[in-house]
């Protein structure tokens, strides 16, 4: 009998190979999945890092911290690790909103 952190864990793994391929397209095509939200995307490229580096911290996050917790809990800082990394790769999606350069001050003479 298959228990519920079992399907929790493939549920997981079926998302993050979803985002993976996603991410990946946006980085070698340039291509983003149509939708309301892709006309806001202005460098796919950088936008597909985001969700690579995303998809990566939220892998590390789900099966080094809550799905694994009961087996190995000495993974607790590696998954902290994780979510940060996850934190950066949704910063990094924000990014990919603005034109390359957009925020940066330029000194007056």
Known sequence: MIGMNEVLGIVGAVVITTGLAIGTAAVTKGWLLPGRGSAKILRPRVWGYGTLLNQAGTGAFLFLG??????HPGFFPFALTGAAVAMLGLYVQRRAQFPAGAGATRASS
């Open 66 to 71: 809550p799905l694994d917790a009961s087996r």
